[in-house]
């Protein structure tokens, strides 16, 4: 700032910092902490933790404290779960009825869905041990294996050989992301449009990251529309393509439907946006009729890959609920 000194009548260059501060609350408890983590910024921790164990522990070893990270975190977010079922059984005994509106902790905890053995739970354990009942912490497990499954952790095996170089150009680029771009690179974004200006946002957004997955759910969602476009969002990529190249990249016939479908006005801001949002445009594929075109599935749909074991995601996850399992003792 340009400012003028009075007693010397000369104007000068003053740096100044403006500071605000604003009053947090203070956590009492893990309940309230689980609720307010910022999964974004908690991939950048993961993945710094994880960068310095390949530093320092190797590769190899790498993988392992990523499942024992993990692990640890949901054995944690399981007693959490027990803590705050007995802390809210109490308040109800005392005649206490909590706020919801100042406790966001409590708007989103159901015991039947974070706990084993209860009133009209319907997941399944290794549902609950990995925290699907947590509207926010559920997604740790998908953060993980993307994280281990990028080139800069991923081992080389049959199905894929990391090359020393693109290790290293992996480990430069992800390290100088902001946690926004970081997030939408191991988890690419996945929305469900309609077709033509009738769509004025998302149909459904995250539907998945496996084939299976959002196959499901389109067959689900074309029953009431079958023109629907499928938007996959990712730094390395932007695909914008007709919703039924799925089915045809699953083997099944598509040949006897309609002609293809329309980019809206809404969409094609939303395309944009999301081109200007990187340092670097990421190129675009559009693919909007049924006419041969290769789209790579294998670089968006990260549930699908494999590790150096051979297991997708739902296979590596079935291993690791074992493990909190019998930490937990429910076995």
């Not at 869905?113 to 509207?135: A, I, M, P």
């Not at 969002?233 to 699953?250: E, F, K, M, Q």
């Not at 049924?290 to 790579?296: A, G, N, R, V």
């Amino acid at each position: 700032t340009i400012v003028k000194d009075a007693k010397s009548n000369e104007f000068k260059t003053v740096h100044r910092l403006r500071i605000c501060t604003l009053r947090m609350p203070i956590a009492d408890r893990p309940e309230s902490l689980y609720s307010a983590i910022d999964l974004e910024a908690l991939s950048i921790v993961l993945m710094h933790k994880l960068l310095i164990s390949t530093f320092t522990e190797g590769l190899s070893a790498t993988r392992l404290i990523g499942n024992e990270w993990l692990k640890c975190v949901m054995v944690c977010v399981y007693h959490s779960a027990q803590m705050e079922e007995k802390r809210l059984q109490n308040l109800l005994e005392n005649g206490v009825r909590e706020n919801s509106d100042k406790d966001d902790s409590q708007a989103i905890f159901h015991a039947s869905s974070r706990l084993l053995n209860r009133k009209d739970g319907q997941l399944t354990q290794d549902d609950v041990v990995l925290g699907e009942g947590h509207e926010i912490l559920r997604n740790i497990p998908l953060i993980v294996w993307c994280i281990l499954q990028c080139d800069a952790f991923r081992l080389s095996s049959q199905q894929c050989d990391v090359s020393l170089d693109a290790r290293c150009a992996t480990l430069a680029q992800i390290t100088s992301m902001n946690p926004s771009t970081f997030s939408k690179c191991i988890i690419p974004h996945i929305e469900l449009w309609q077709s033509g200006n009738s769509a004025k946002g998302p149909i459904t957004r995250d539907i998945g990251l496996s084939l299976e997955k959002i196959s499901l759910h389109l067959a689900e969602q074309q029953k009431i529309d079958p023109n629907l476009v499928l938007f996959i969002n990712a730094p390395y990529g932007i695909i914008v393509c007709d919703s039924r190249h799925l089915y045809i990249a699953r083997n099944i016939d598509e040949s006897n439907s309609n002609n293809g479908v329309e980019i809206g006005d809404s969409l094609q801001l939303a395309i944009q946006n999301a081109v200007e949002s990187y340092r670097t445009p990421p190129p675009i594929l559009y693919a909007l009729d049924l006419s041969p075109t290769t789209i790579p599935w294998n670089d968006f749909l990260i549930e699908d890959s494999l590790n150096q074991a051979s297991q997708n995601f739902e296979g590596w996850k079935k291993e690791i609920a074992v493990v909190i399992s019998k930490d937990l003792d429910l076995e």
